[in-house]
Nanobody
Framework: VQLQASGGGLVQAGGSLRLSCAVS????????VGWYRQAPGDQRELVAT???????NYADAVKGRFAISRDNAKNTVYLQMNSLKPEDTAVYFC???????????????WGQGTQVTVSS
């Protein structure tokens, strides 16, 4: 199973970016998926999560500005980031809980991260 995160870049404050996380490989299903971020010198923190049934959860810092969504047919999860602030600058990682085989529990997989830089 591989997770490919993309869509990061440099944007001015107030701008928008859309991140994508594509899950590929031999698997039965992609269950909960989350976006996390890590700024230099900080711990990795949760940004948003979405279940297979589209139940979402957001960190307080991004509520009302970010929106997580998924396309189960494409095994892809998106993070629409609007009204970006300099404090959103970080490497963004996606994490997916994947059911690989019928006889093993779901496992967590991580993508490689994509850099988001917001200039003031």
């Amino acid at each position: 199973v591989q997770l490919q995160a993309s869509g990061g870049g440099l944007v001015q404050a107030g701008g928008s970016l859309r991140l994508s996380c594509a899950v590929s490989g031999r698997m039965l299903s992609v269950n909960d998926v989350g976006w996390y971020r890590q700024a230099p010198g900080d711990q990795r923190e949760l940004v948003a999560t979405i279940t297979r049934a589209d139940t979402t959860n957001y960190a307080d810092a991004v509520k009302g500005r970010f929106a997580i969504s998924r396309d189960n047919a494409k095994n892809t999860v998106y993070l629409q980031m609007n009204s970006l602030k300099p404090e959103d600058t970080a490497v963004y990682f996606c994490n997916a809980r994947v059911k690989v085989t019928p006889w093993t529990p779901s496992s967590d997989f991580w993508g490689q991260g994509t850099q988001v830089t917001v200039s003031s």
